[in-house]
């Protein structure tokens, strides 16, 4: 295909790939075995995971790059999708909010799996020589985790890039899988940093190649096939008689995860993609920008793998309002102020797995019920991008600014910032709408990134052959992996 994901072998690659697999026990998963896991994990790699724990730098762990691990710290196989349903007593809609839980994955965010999306497929055609070349990961967060992580996993140095601002536990955590860290000046909002320290790289490193979240269509293929194909199975498991699927609501880190809307509209053509950003940055929006607090999505540009002539509806999450609500479900005081309206022990005690990103898609799944005026009947679907195991240094620094948690903030940020949302900073998108956040990208991608013209005109005017390429891409790469598995004779 003209454009998408490259397979063409590099034998020498190639060659050294398969030698570094064999030395290091290495059997890399397939998209059918991260779908149902269950039914299609070998034997042996079952009984090596009984005994690994779910962040161990073990290749075991890439068999549980799937949403479908069962929800333990160590020792767990595969059961169902993990997901939780919030009640209207929280969000305060008639609507069902559901998310799926990323908690789960090894590094405890589902980032784990676009790593793997964007590096596997060059590992195994040998475009990508572990012995001779280092992955560059560009990122504002989880994502640069993730592909520390699967490096280290497939026997391949790294060097993570993130900003400077980013939490603290990012850090801690990086340095002990990450070969290099980078830290480039400001927070999740400067995205053109990152992209400039790559650009230095490319020019003074000849043994980098970069895997840049915001271009890489293994990304957005992953959540399509792998994120796509579990809210399928999650709606089939919830929906009662006369239920709809409504849509999904996600803030655009990369906008990887918006590709599970490609697919869930292929199932449910009615049903909408609503893409989120900081209200302190709304780029898409207005055009705007600024900083915010929402760690893991960045902004200031629309990624190349948003696919936005998919896109229904863009909107604005304040972060106060993020913020707010992460406090309320985290404090002890906010945990007695939820048992006041009926919410179980049982329940709060799953809220951790919500991080900052994890509220705003959460408020941003409201703004949709209330948008559309949903009833008890309509389902939107969300996902919680990682848990707050990466947020308790942001906790202590809320505390220090505004002071110890009462009864009455609970209150207060339950009725302001979750009860108080409304349909502000909000814009459904018609076809000049979508356009004209599409051809933002020239700007970013075509003026800076060296992008062409023509493929950013692809992405719009021959959008079914352009998307529809890449979603079917799927099943090649599983043929490339099998084939990459046979050569290495591990299983």
């Known amino acids: 295909m003209k454009y998408g994901i490259d397979l063409t072998i590099h034998e020498e690659g190639l060659k050294h790939a398969v030698e570094v697999a064999k030395k290091r026990n290495i059997v890399i998963p397939t998209f059918k075995q991260m779908k149902d896991p269950e039914t299609h994990t070998p034997a042996p790699v079952k009984e090596k995971l009984k005994k690994t724990g779910l962040w161990d730098v073990d290749s075991a762990n890439l068999f549980r790059i799937t949403w479908k691990n069962q929800p333990v710290k160590s020792g767990g196989l595969f059961g169902g999708v993990n997901y939780i349903e919030l009640p209207s007593s929280l969000t305060g809609v008639d609507a069902r909010i559901i998310a799926l839980v990323g908690k789960w994955f090894p590094t405890g965010a589902h980032k784990v799996g676009a790593t793997f999306g964007c590096l596997v497929p060059r590992l195994v055609t040998g475009q990508f020589d572990p012995l001779h070349q280092k992955a560059v990961w560009p990122s504002t967060g989880n994502y640069c985790r993730g592909g520390a992580y699967n490096a280290q996993l497939l026997g391949c140095e790294s060097i993570a890039i993130l900003p400077e601002g980013m939490s603290r536990e990012r850090f801690e955590w990086l340095e002990t899988v990450a070969g290099e860290i980078i830290a480039t000046p400001g927070t999740e909002s400067n995205v053109k940093e990152i992209f400039d320290k790559v650009w230095e790289l490319r020019k003074t490193r000849d043994n980098i190649v970069v895997f840049n979240q915001f271009d890489e269509m293994g990304n957005h293929l992953w959540h399509y096939e792998v994120t796509g194909h579990a809210m399928e199975e999650v709606l089939r498991e919830v929906m009662r008689p006369g239920d709809r699927y409504a849509g999904v609501a996600v803030t655009s880190g990369s906008a990887g995860t918006t590709a599970c809307g490609d697919y869930l509209k292929e199932i449910f053509p009615g049903s909408k993609v609503a893409v989120g950003e900081a209200l302190q940055c709304p780029t898409l929006l207005e055009n705007g920008f600024g900083a915010h607090r929402i760690e893991g999505i960045g902004d200031k540009h629309v990624p190349w793998v948003h696919n936005v002539k998919n896109t229904d509806m863009v909107m604005a999450i304040d972060d106060d309002d993020s913020m707010g609500f992460i406090r309320l479900c985290n404090e002890p005081a906010g945990k007695k102020y939820l048992r006041s309206l009926g919410l179980t022990d049982e329940f709060i005690g799953l809220l951790p797995l919500m991080g900052i990103s994890g509220a705003a898609n959460v408020l941003m799944a409201v703004k949709m019920a209330k948008y559309y005026e949903l009833t008890s009947k309509d ?89 529809g390429g890449i979603h079917a891409m799927a099943d090649r790469i599983d043929e490339r992996i099998e084939e990459f598995n046979r050569l290495t004779g591990l299983l």
């Open 379 to 467: 389902i939107v679907l969300t996902v919680f991008t990682d848990s707050m195991e990466m947020y308790g240094s942001r906790l202590k620094e809320m505390e220090a600014e505004h002071g110890p948690y009462s009864d009455m903030d609970a209150a207060m940020d339950h009725a302001r910032h979750v009860l108080g949302v409304r349909t502000d900073g909000l814009l459904e998108l018609t076809y000049a709408g979508r356009r004209r956040v599409h051809n933002l990208k020239y700007y970013t991608w075509v003026e800076q990134q060296g992008k062409t013209s023509e493929e950013l005109n692809a992405q719009w005017y021959d959008a079914g052959e352009y998307w």
